[in-house]
């Protein structure tokens, strides 16, 4: 059986060690991933259209002035990267494309949707502990009766956290599904029946993890159907 191609945005200047791990992930739940990035992407459109699924990638913060930020210079952007997601979004706007938000992948997901952000969340939730990781110490509890339930099998997991960055309106057709203990934002989900899911944490690098795997085989088997 051929396997589908899911697409995957990553930076063109770094993101070299979570694309190993996110094409690891997809060829395990039965896919073949495709680099994309700023400099091998020249029409977005066309490359929708010879993908079965996406993934939007985690990386660097997304540029403040999509959702009326302030200019932090420490922070470091990628306005190209932006851009190409922006574009490869909508012009999947008309397709059944399934798509999962990773990360800064589920805050693009929440912008294009006409949501927005929290710029920093340890300002925004100052007692908030500084958990940056890759393995899973931030415990989620995550909504009954929710296609993230269905898929993770869980209603309550601890996952990786490395974001400062945060969803604060989730967008047009979206809902939170996930938050932790102190009311961030963990996982969007659209509320219609498109596959259309993002994650807050990074769930490539926790290939150890049944439930986490569960996510790529979901959008795999949304292409499916």
């Given at each position: 059986m051929t396997r589908p191609i899911i697409g995957v945005t990553t930076s063109h200047l770094r993101g070299w060690r979570s694309w190993q791990f996110q094409r690891l992930a997809i060829w395990r739940?039965?896919?073949?991933?495709?680099?994309l990035t700023a400099s091998r992407v020249p029409n977005p459109k066309d490359c929708i259209s010879s993908l079965d699924g996406l993934v939007i990638g985690g990386g660097d913060d997304i540029d403040l002035t999509l959702y009326g930020g302030t200019l932090d210079l420490k922070i470091r952007y990628d306005p190209e990267r932006d851009a190409?997601?922006?574009?490869?979004?909508?012009?999947?706007?008309?397709?059944?494309?399934?798509?999962?938000?990773?990360?800064?992948?589920?805050?693009?997901?929440?912008?294009?949707?006409?949501g927005n952000l929290i710029q920093d969340i340890y300002t925004h939730y100052p007692d908030l502990p500084r958990i940056r990781t890759v393995f899973p110490k931030l415990s989620i509890t995550v909504q009954e009766n929710t296609k993230l339930q269905s898929i993770l099998q869980r209603s309550s997991l601890r996952v990786n956290s490395l974001h400062h960055q945060s969803i604060n309106a989730p967008g047009d057709g979206m809902r939170i599904v996930a938050q932790d203990p102190r009311g961030v934002t963990q996982a969007i989900e659209h509320t219609g029946d498109r596959f259309m899911v993002g994650v807050q944490w990074h769930p490539e690098y926790m290939p150890q993890k049944p439930a986490q795997l569960r996510l790529y085989k979901a959008l795999i088997a949304a292409i499916q159907r």
């Open positions: 739940a039965g896919g073949r991933a495709k680099r190409l997601e922006r574009a490869l979004l909508e012009a999947a706007t008309d397709q059944p494309l399934p798509i999962l938000g990773v990360c800064r992948g589920a805050q693009m997901l929440a912008l294009w949707r006409g």
